[in-house]
């Protein structure tokens, strides 16, 4: 749900920013990086407990 709020949102602000280059590219690679965010989050909580190596790099990621 907080997903597709994220990519209405999204989408309306490259909408906006269609004139404006520097704008768009902006907009583009604040949601790469909200996305890159709850990927990492998401394979952190899904890491098992065992592999610490693996769990500390993700963290250093996030």
Known sequence: MVLAFLAINFLAALYRSRDDPWSASFVI????????????????E????????????L????
């Open 29 to 44: 690679a604040s949601y790469a990086d909200l996305l890159s965010l709850f990927h990492c989050l998401r394979l952190s």
């Open 59 to 62: 963290k250093m990621a996030i």
């Open 46 to 57: 899904s890491t098992p407990q065992e592999s610490i190596r693996r769990k500390g790099s």
